[in-house]
Protein backbone atom coordinates (compact mmCIF):
# COMPACT_ATOMS: atom_id res chain seq x y z
CA UNK A 1 0.00 0.00 0.00
CA UNK A 2 1.92 3.00 -1.21
CA UNK A 3 -0.40 5.57 -0.22
CA UNK A 4 -0.32 8.63 -2.24
CA UNK A 5 2.63 9.02 -4.49
CA UNK A 6 3.39 12.41 -6.45
CA UNK A 7 6.16 12.65 -9.37
CA UNK A 8 8.28 14.16 -10.45
CA UNK A 9 9.99 15.28 -7.15
CA UNK A 10 11.51 18.25 -8.68
CA UNK A 11 10.94 20.21 -11.63
CA UNK A 12 12.55 23.88 -13.54
CA UNK A 13 10.23 24.57 -15.80
CA UNK A 14 10.60 27.23 -18.38
CA UNK A 15 8.11 30.28 -18.80
CA UNK A 16 4.94 29.51 -21.22
CA UNK A 17 6.15 25.56 -20.72
CA UNK A 18 3.33 23.20 -20.06
CA UNK A 19 3.60 19.84 -17.94
CA UNK A 20 1.98 17.27 -16.10
CA UNK A 21 2.03 16.87 -12.10
CA UNK A 22 0.91 12.84 -11.66
CA UNK A 23 -0.88 12.39 -8.59
CA UNK A 24 -1.58 8.85 -7.89
CA UNK A 25 -3.21 6.89 -5.11
CA UNK A 26 -4.06 2.93 -3.94
CA UNK A 27 -6.71 3.16 -0.97
CA UNK A 28 -9.95 3.72 -2.93
CA UNK A 29 -10.58 6.93 -1.97
CA UNK A 30 -13.13 9.03 -4.05
CA UNK A 31 -11.98 12.34 -2.67
CA UNK A 32 -8.75 13.71 -4.41
CA UNK A 33 -7.66 17.30 -4.75
CA UNK A 34 -4.60 19.50 -5.44
CA UNK A 35 -2.76 22.20 -3.17
CA UNK A 36 -0.03 24.55 -3.87
CA UNK A 37 1.86 25.96 -0.73
CA UNK A 38 3.94 29.02 -0.72
CA UNK A 39 5.72 30.68 2.56
CA UNK A 40 3.33 32.26 4.68
CA UNK A 41 0.14 31.38 2.77
CA UNK A 42 -0.70 27.98 3.82
CA UNK A 43 -1.90 25.35 1.61
CA UNK A 44 -4.61 26.54 -0.88
CA UNK A 45 -6.69 24.24 -2.92
CA UNK A 46 -6.05 24.30 -6.74
CA UNK A 47 -9.13 21.87 -7.91
CA UNK A 48 -10.54 18.93 -6.63
CA UNK A 49 -12.57 15.66 -7.59
CA UNK A 50 -15.06 13.75 -5.67
CA UNK A 51 -14.85 10.82 -8.25
CA UNK A 52 -13.93 9.75 -11.35
CA UNK A 53 -15.35 12.06 -13.71
CA UNK A 54 -16.27 15.04 -11.98
CA UNK A 55 -13.74 18.18 -11.10
CA UNK A 56 -14.59 21.10 -9.77
CA UNK A 57 -12.57 24.24 -8.83
CA UNK A 58 -10.75 25.08 -6.05
CA UNK A 59 -9.79 28.61 -4.00
CA UNK A 60 -6.57 29.02 -6.88
CA UNK A 61 -7.75 27.43 -10.23
CA UNK A 62 -6.50 29.33 -12.92
CA UNK A 63 -3.63 28.38 -14.87
CA UNK A 64 -4.16 24.92 -14.19
CA UNK A 65 -6.40 22.16 -15.58
CA UNK A 66 -7.26 18.65 -14.27
CA UNK A 67 -9.23 15.30 -14.90
CA UNK A 68 -9.99 12.55 -13.49
CA UNK A 69 -10.49 9.20 -15.73
CA UNK A 70 -10.09 6.87 -13.19
CA UNK A 71 -10.24 6.60 -9.31
CA UNK A 72 -6.64 6.14 -9.15
CA UNK A 73 -5.49 8.95 -10.36
CA UNK A 74 -5.70 12.95 -10.89
CA UNK A 75 -3.28 15.01 -12.70
CA UNK A 76 -2.58 18.36 -12.73
CA UNK A 77 -1.50 20.40 -15.59
CA UNK A 78 -0.01 23.77 -16.30
CA UNK A 79 -0.83 24.70 -19.29
CA UNK A 80 1.74 27.65 -20.14
CA UNK A 81 3.67 28.09 -17.17
CA UNK A 82 4.63 31.28 -15.68
CA UNK A 83 6.91 32.42 -12.55
CA UNK A 84 3.73 32.53 -10.14
CA UNK A 85 3.47 29.30 -10.21
CA UNK A 86 6.81 28.81 -8.80
CA UNK A 87 5.43 26.79 -5.72
CA UNK A 88 5.40 23.13 -3.65
CA UNK A 89 2.17 21.56 -5.14
CA UNK A 90 1.12 18.48 -3.01
CA UNK A 91 -2.06 15.53 -3.80
CA UNK A 92 -4.10 14.66 -1.30
CA UNK A 93 -6.56 11.90 -1.14
CA UNK A 94 -9.44 10.57 1.08
CA UNK A 95 -12.32 11.71 3.07
CA UNK A 96 -15.58 9.74 3.35
CA UNK A 97 -16.63 8.29 6.59
CA UNK A 98 -13.39 9.12 8.06
CA UNK A 99 -13.44 12.57 7.16
CA UNK A 100 -9.07 12.05 7.09
CA UNK A 101 -7.17 13.25 4.21
CA UNK A 102 -3.41 11.94 3.00
CA UNK A 103 -1.02 14.06 1.19
CA UNK A 104 1.61 12.96 -0.92
CA UNK A 105 5.26 13.91 -0.64
CA UNK A 106 5.05 16.78 -3.19
CA UNK A 107 6.61 18.06 -6.18
CA UNK A 108 8.67 21.19 -6.19
CA UNK A 109 8.21 23.54 -9.40
CA UNK A 110 10.18 26.47 -10.24
CA UNK A 111 9.18 28.38 -13.49
CA UNK A 112 12.24 30.54 -14.35
CA UNK B 1 -16.73 30.22 1.63
CA UNK B 2 -15.15 29.35 4.58
CA UNK B 3 -12.46 31.14 6.63
CA UNK B 4 -9.49 29.75 9.16
CA UNK B 5 -7.39 32.02 10.76
CA UNK B 6 -4.34 30.61 12.76
CA UNK B 7 -2.64 32.34 16.00
CA UNK B 8 0.79 32.84 16.19
CA UNK B 9 2.46 32.68 12.68
CA UNK B 10 5.85 31.83 15.07
CA UNK B 11 6.00 30.20 18.56
CA UNK B 12 9.01 29.26 20.66
CA UNK B 13 8.60 27.24 23.48
CA UNK B 14 11.36 26.01 25.93
CA UNK B 15 12.16 22.17 25.70
CA UNK B 16 9.73 21.00 28.62
CA UNK B 17 6.75 23.79 28.12
CA UNK B 18 3.77 23.54 26.55
CA UNK B 19 2.56 25.03 23.16
CA UNK B 20 -1.02 26.59 22.46
CA UNK B 21 -1.55 27.02 19.05
CA UNK B 22 -5.30 28.99 18.30
CA UNK B 23 -7.60 28.84 15.01
CA UNK B 24 -10.67 31.00 14.22
CA UNK B 25 -13.46 29.42 11.69
CA UNK B 26 -15.90 31.52 9.85
CA UNK B 27 -18.50 29.38 8.79
CA UNK B 28 -20.99 27.68 11.67
CA UNK B 29 -21.84 24.85 9.63
CA UNK B 30 -18.49 23.55 9.72
CA UNK B 31 -18.14 20.53 12.07
CA UNK B 32 -14.54 18.73 11.07
CA UNK B 33 -11.63 20.14 12.07
CA UNK B 34 -8.13 18.13 11.77
CA UNK B 35 -4.47 19.68 13.12
CA UNK B 36 -1.90 18.93 10.64
CA UNK B 37 2.30 18.68 11.70
CA UNK B 38 4.23 19.58 8.71
CA UNK B 39 8.28 19.16 9.41
CA UNK B 40 11.06 20.74 6.76
CA UNK B 41 10.46 19.22 3.29
CA UNK B 42 8.18 17.01 4.19
CA UNK B 43 4.01 16.69 3.50
CA UNK B 44 1.76 17.81 5.86
CA UNK B 45 0.69 14.57 8.53
CA UNK B 46 -2.53 14.33 10.52
CA UNK B 47 -1.75 14.26 14.03
CA UNK B 48 -5.27 14.87 15.81
CA UNK B 49 -8.58 16.11 14.68
CA UNK B 50 -12.05 16.40 16.47
CA UNK B 51 -15.78 17.22 15.41
CA UNK B 52 -18.16 19.24 16.64
CA UNK B 53 -19.90 16.75 18.82
CA UNK B 54 -17.15 16.98 21.35
CA UNK B 55 -15.49 19.30 22.93
CA UNK B 56 -12.33 18.35 23.69
CA UNK B 57 -9.76 15.02 22.24
CA UNK B 58 -6.18 13.81 23.65
CA UNK B 59 -4.11 11.38 22.14
CA UNK B 60 -0.78 11.41 24.85
CA UNK B 61 1.11 14.41 24.61
CA UNK B 62 -1.62 16.63 21.97
CA UNK B 63 -4.94 17.72 22.81
CA UNK B 64 -7.08 19.25 20.59
CA UNK B 65 -10.08 21.78 22.19
CA UNK B 66 -13.19 23.01 20.17
CA UNK B 67 -15.50 26.10 21.74
CA UNK B 68 -18.11 26.00 18.41
CA UNK B 69 -20.11 29.07 20.32
CA UNK B 70 -16.84 30.93 19.47
CA UNK B 71 -16.02 29.49 16.71
CA UNK B 72 -12.19 28.17 17.42
CA UNK B 73 -10.25 25.83 18.22
CA UNK B 74 -7.08 25.52 19.81
CA UNK B 75 -3.77 22.53 19.51
CA UNK B 76 -2.07 22.11 22.75
CA UNK B 77 1.30 20.51 23.33
CA UNK B 78 2.60 19.38 26.60
CA UNK B 79 5.93 18.59 27.69
CA UNK B 80 7.13 19.45 24.44
CA UNK B 81 10.31 17.82 23.10
CA UNK B 82 12.79 18.95 20.03
CA UNK B 83 10.76 16.77 17.64
CA UNK B 84 7.94 18.66 18.02
CA UNK B 85 9.35 21.95 16.41
CA UNK B 86 7.51 21.86 12.79
CA UNK B 87 5.15 23.59 11.32
CA UNK B 88 1.50 23.30 12.49
CA UNK B 89 -1.71 23.76 10.30
CA UNK B 90 -5.57 23.90 11.18
CA UNK B 91 -8.30 23.45 8.94
CA UNK B 92 -11.72 23.14 8.89
CA UNK B 93 -14.45 21.39 6.77
CA UNK B 94 -18.03 20.67 6.63
CA UNK B 95 -18.27 17.01 6.64
CA UNK B 96 -21.01 15.82 4.41
CA UNK B 97 -21.19 13.35 1.58
CA UNK B 98 -19.92 14.92 -1.60
CA UNK B 99 -18.20 17.58 0.56
CA UNK B 100 -14.89 17.45 1.03
CA UNK B 101 -13.28 20.63 0.89
CA UNK B 102 -10.74 21.45 3.62
CA UNK B 103 -9.85 25.24 4.45
CA UNK B 104 -6.69 25.32 6.06
CA UNK B 105 -5.53 28.08 8.23
CA UNK B 106 -1.34 29.43 7.63
CA UNK B 107 0.56 27.85 9.44
CA UNK B 108 1.84 28.52 12.58
CA UNK B 109 6.19 27.32 13.05
CA UNK B 110 6.95 25.79 16.38
CA UNK B 111 10.51 25.97 17.76
CA UNK B 112 11.11 23.99 20.83
CA UNK B 113 14.56 25.24 22.25
CA UNK B 114 16.52 22.83 24.01
Known amino acids: NAGVTQTPKFQVLKTGQSMTLQCAQDMNHEYMSWYRQDPGMGLRLIHYSVGAGITDQGEVPNGYNVSRSTTEDFPLRLLSAAPSQTSVYFC???????????FGPGTRLTVL | GENVEQHPSTLSVQEGDSAVIKCTYS??????FPWYKQELGKRPQLIID?????GEKKDQRIAVTLNKTAKHFSLHITETQPEDSAVYFC?????????????FGTGTRLTIIP
Open chain 2, 91 to 103: AAKISNFGNEKLT
Open chain 2, 27 to 32: DSASNY
Open chain 1, 92 to 102: ASGGGETDTQY
Open chain 2, 50 to 54: IRSNV
